[in-house]
Each structure stands twice: as structure tokens, then as C-alpha cells.
């Protein structure tokens, strides 16, 4: 049977260390005497209405659950090294919230942490609200559904990712990620999937400068692409692109069916051949 802490606040290092099988409700991590690792290598724990402030409350935990509760800005680094986690309805504001943890699923959660969710694997997650600087760094097996993103350099080498329903507006994302694919979202932001490979949307709307350079096997699927300049620089490319766009640049193959382009850009310079065929309203342009 789990033990019960109920009601109260802990504030000592590793008060509860290695634990096993306990429930934790309407309780505060926080105190003067600043302790931290709360319950570092602890085992089937459930956490319900409770507030952390203080440091590394969970590292190396196996079968975690949380909801209704709260990490604050000072609850560094919460949850490392651990698996079998669902955390929801909850906020989580400390930076590096979630680092090398495996089978992680989240839902109806408001995020704001720098460094969110590296290396990690095997991630469910839907209804969130994430503002982070490099978020999902290095991670896989990630499937998102309904996801709010504000912040730069989100979703870098990532591979095995299915992403729905989403808006992002960040700048430098999916770079060097592989097999990714985004359906029914909004991308806004700079330099958009470079050096990617199997990278794919389906009906999606991209904005922003500079988008898809440098990636291999890129395929856009009834997406529009308005206001994008200096669009598949070097890159391999399936495309059927259903709005007007600023710029194409040095597409280096594929297909790029748009229905109106402002300018086509085939510099003297390119440093590879560039042999894709740009279809603009029906017309043959290159």
C-alpha cells in the first residue's frame, strides 16, 4: 500500500530518497534550509496538488506521476534520468524541466523553460503551451498533438517526430532533424529546417525568411508558403506549394510546383547544380 505525505513541506536535502510507492498531495517543496534531490531515485510516486521550489526534486525516478501542480522559476532541473512519466495539468517554469528521460507522456500543460526536453525519448504529448530555447535537442520517437511553441532553435537533430494541430514561432527549427512530419500546423520563423533530411508537411502554412536549405528528401504536401524568400537553397525537393511566394533560390533537384512565384534566383555562383523543375501556375518556369 502507498504511503500517504499529505499537507506538508519539506525542505531538506533528499528528504525523501529512494522512496517507494508513496503519494504526495497538497504538499510544498521549498524552505530556508534549500535542500535538493526532494526524491532522487525514488519509485512509483504520484504527486498531486503540490508546489516545488527547490532543485532537482526528480532524478532517476522510475513510474512518476504528477498533476495539478506546479515547478517554479527556482525548481532547476526537476526531472532528469527518469521514465515512465506522465505529468498533466500542471505548469512547469524551471529552466531544463525535463533531460535524458524515456516514455514521457504530457497533456493540458503550460511550460516555460529554457532547455526543455533533451535527449529524451518516446514522448506523447498534447495540449501544451511551451516557450523554450532549444526544446526537444537531441530527442526521438516524439509524437505532438496541439502544441503552442514560442522560442528559437526548438526540435534541433531530432529524428522520428509526428507533429499535428500545432503553431510554432520560432527561428532555426528542425535543423540537421530527420524524419519529421508536421500536418495541419502554422510555422512562422527564420531559416526553417536546414540541413534536414526526410523532412515532410502536409498542409501547413510557412512563413518566414529563408525557409528549407541544404535538405534532403523534403516534401511539402499542400502548403503554403507566402512571404517566404530565398526558399530551397541546395536542397532535394517535392513540393506543391497552393499560395504565392517572394523566392525560390539554387534548388538543387526535385520538383517545386507553386502557384506564383516573384522572383527565381539560378546564381552564377551555386557551388552544386541546380536541377529542379519549377512549375508556376501550369507554366514551365525552369
Sequence with gaps: MAKLYKNQTF???????????VIIENCLVDGPSDGKSFLKEAKNVQVNNSTFHLR??????????????????????????????????SKLNGIKA?????????SNLSINSPEFCWKSHHIFAKNISLTSEYAFLESSDINLNNLTFEGKYSFQYCKDVLI??????????????????????IIEGEYLGWYSENLTFINCKIRGTQPLCYAKNLKLIDCSMEGC??????SEVEANIV??????????SGNIIVQQVDEIIISEDSVYPCGAKIVENGKIKL
Aim: glycine share 2%.
Design 11 to 21: 525542505e531538506n536535502e533528499r528528504d525523501l530518497y529512494g522512496a517507494q510507492d
Design 56 to 89: 532537482y526534486p526528480f532524478w532517476h525516478v522510475n513510474n512518476l506521476t504528477i498533476s495539478t501542480s506546479e515547478m517554479n522559476e527556482t525548481c532547476r532541473a526537476p526531472i532528469w534520468y527518469s521514465q515512465n512519466i506522465n505529468i498533466s495539468n
Design 98 to 106: 525535463l533531460r535524458e528521460c524515456a516514455y514521457v507522456n504530457l
Design 164 to 185: 499535428t494541430n500545432s503553431k510554432f514561432n520560432t527561428k532555426d527549427c528542425f535543423w540537421h532533424a530527420s524524419n519529421v512530419t508536421i500536418k495541419d500546423s
Design 229 to 234: 524568400d530565398l526558399a530551397f537553397e541546395y
Design 243 to 252: 499560395s504565392s511566394m517572394t523566392s525560390i533560390k539554387n534548388p538543387k
